[in-house]
């Protein structure tokens, strides 16, 4: 009896749904459009969880980035220091490792790529802000569990401040409906932006 040769392995498209799916949750219709970005942009993706980290590889891989991938704080840490090592433009990562968490990771590569945004993906959005009272310029973060289409909007928002190439993100401070609010926030926007301050 000889064995039957070993069929190709094929990946299936990813669903639009949570990771956790619950039988009574309807996936949302209603995505925003978001057609493949014109600029490559260099992502570096670290979690120390090994399914996770290949399933956030193989979201990002639906859009047009170049991707490195590390399953620890450290081993990213390394590649930073490697003579031939690109760049990164978006560093998405856990925040909960051993070794190096994602927050000192995040130092790291914002030390030799001042420009780099980062992206944390935490199930413990609490511990995020712990001794700080919000995230510094250019960082924002995911909670899990999250859909593909999520994770994929998220990191356009934050490289490029819209899903969709030519949009424009909306001034809502130019929009009168806006005004109509009675909240101190919105009235001191106002102000502000009749100041010329905002």
């Known amino acids: ?102 927050r000192e990771l995040a130092a790291a590569v914002k030390a030799k790529h001042p420009a780099a945004r980062v992206l944390f993906v935490t199930g413990f959005a609490d511990n995020l802000f712990t001794g700080l009272h919000e995230l510094g310029a250019g960082e924002s973060f995911i909670e899990k569990p999250f859909g593909a289409e999520g994770l994929l909007e998220a990191a356009r928002l934050l490289m490029f401040g819209h899903i969709a190439d030519g949009q424009v993100p909306v001034d809502k401070r130019d929009d009168e409906a806006e005004w109509e609010d009675n909240r101190l926030r919105t009235k001191i926007v106002r102000v502000l932006k009749r100041w010329k301050l905002a």
């Open 1 to 102: 009896m000889t064995d039957a040769p070993a069929q190709p392995k094929t990946e299936l498209p990813l669903p639009n749904i949570p990771l956790i799916h619950r039988p009574d949750d309807v996936p949302s219709q209603s995505a925003l459009p978001r057609p493949s970005l014109a600029g490559r942009k260099r992502v570096l993706i670290v979690d120390d969880e090994q399914p996770v980290l290949k399933l956030v590889v193989r979201i990002i891989a639906n859009d047009n980035y170049e991707i490195r991938s590390a399953d620890s704080g450290v081993t990213a840490a390394r590649l930073l220091d490697e003579p031939d090592f690109p760049g990164v433009d978006l560093l998405i990562t856990d925040l909960m490792m051993p070794g190096m968490n994602g």
